[in-house]
């Protein structure tokens, strides 16, 4: 299934005299994440040939609270960056560290490049499986699955208890971390999109039945059929993080039932309406 992004325009980019683009093939980067394996250069226009400038934030966000939580998670990059990088036209990038570069970071058009290992936003190594799991399992399970020294094993067993089958085993395996990677390509921001509200919700609940979208607020409603109930869920658009992808859930505690039903549906193996 083809997979496509918004890219928010401002007027402030018509400022702009320079482009990131993939060195494999020259088109530029218009999502919000790039992996350690990738290569990128500057492609600069017009007749100033200023260094682009980029700051390097070595600094981790937690994964998105549970719909009902009262919380709201810290979100402020440090004041500091860890490191500032020059590059100018031509020069080949290659992020070799994990975490957030921001580009131009004093300019209005700054961007924010979140930056994986691995084969992200795909999820291929063990490890990465253990992680998602954070929002179907309790506190117990989790510090025994963060404990192991084989996490392939591990996450093997937690599905196979889960689903009482291989069979069934491999169906929740293959929608859940579909999910996770889809949430990834989706709402990465300045942080993994599967640890973002939404990514959180869309893994949890699956693609909504009807999503709209108001101005700086976008709106996700589930129902199993037309005169059913349904459960709604209102994100809004925080401008901040150099980012334009980040949006946060409206938390209610009214979300406690309808949560536990759909985590109980994945602890039970029942695959259908997820």
Known sequence: ????????????????NYLLVKASDDKPITKEYAN??????????????????IHYYNTEFSPALPP??????????????ADTLHYSTGDTIKF????????????????SLLVQKGAYPQITMAQELLQPLIYITTSTEREALFRTSNPKEAVD??????????????ELIRTYYSRVERA??????????????????????GKPS??????????????????SPYIKFVFNKKGDNFTE??????????????????????????????
Not at 157 to 170: I, Q, S
């Open 1 to 16: 299934m083809a997979v496509r992004f918004r890219v928010p325009l401002k007027a402030q980019m018509l400022d702009k």
């Open 36 to 53: 350690t394996s990738e290569k990128l250069f500057i492609k600069q226009y017009g007749t100033q040939n200023n260094p682009v400038n």
């Open 157 to 170: 067993n937690f599905w196979l208890k889960v689903a009482g089958d291989k069979a069934t085993a491999r």
């Open 96 to 111: 070799n560290k994990e975490g957030l570069y921001v580009l131009e970071p004093s300019s209005a058009f700054a961007k």
């Open 68 to 81: 009902m939580s009262t919380r709201q998670e810290p979100m402020a990059l440090p004041m500091n960056a």
């Open 210 to 227: 009807t999503m709209s979208q108001t101005g700086n607020t976008e709106t996700w409603i589930y129902r199993e059929a037309e005169a």
């Open 245 to 274: 992808n980040h949006y946060e859930l409206v938390r209610h505690r009214d979300y406690e039932e309808s949560w536990y039903s759909t985590v109980a549906k994945w602890r039970a193996g029942i695959t259908d309406n997820l």
């Open 184 to 205: 990834n390509k989706l709402f990465t921001c300045h942080k993994p999109g599967w640890t973002s509200d939404r990514g959180m919700i869309y893994i949890v609940f």
